[in-house]
């Protein structure tokens, strides 16, 4: 009692209800969930490809970063999500250049930004790249 419950999956609808009428509230937390459903309509990666597919990368100096490749029919994705509070995630990108679709502050299927080498993820974010 009087502790957050991080993992409220399995609670009545009280705890998990959504208020729609909060949405002009939250407007830009709004947009960006409109964001991310739209990058999943239009990319058929994200809602077709199978586990061959994914490749999963591991950062033993960061246990709350996670990083995966997904690859499908001959589209190329780069997801990087750093949840943890305090520091950035820098990773070093494969070969070419990658279109920034999702950011900390942006989500969607419109290209951000170009960025090749290299990228920084700040705390508590996430990127989604596709290879140009």
């Not at 009545?12 to 459903?37: K, M, P, Q, S």
């Not at 058929?44 to 996670?66: I, Q």
């Not at 070093?92 to 920084?120: F, H, M």
Request: cysteine-free; aromatic content about 10%; overall charge negative.
């Amino acid at each position: 009692k009087g502790m957050i419950d991080h993992n409220s999956y399995d609670k009545d609808n009280e705890t998990n209800y959504i208020n729609y009428h909060h949405a002009e509230i939250n407007r830009e937390l709004v947009d960006y969930y409109r964001g991310l459903i739209s990058l999943r309509r239009n990319y058929e990666a994200f809602r077709r490809a199978v586990y061959t597919d994914v490749s999963f990368v591991d950062f033993k100096n960061n246990p709350l970063a996670l990083e995966y490749k997904l690859k499908y029919k001959g589209e190329e994705f780069v997801v990087l999500l750093n949840a943890n509070p305090k520091l950035n995630l820098d990773v070093n990108l494969p070969g070419g250049e990658w279109e920034v679709l999702i950011d900390e502050n942006s989500a969607g299927v419109t290209l951000l930004r170009t960025i090749s080498d290299n990228i920084s993820v700040l705390p508590s974010s996430g990127i989604v790249l596709k290879k140009k």
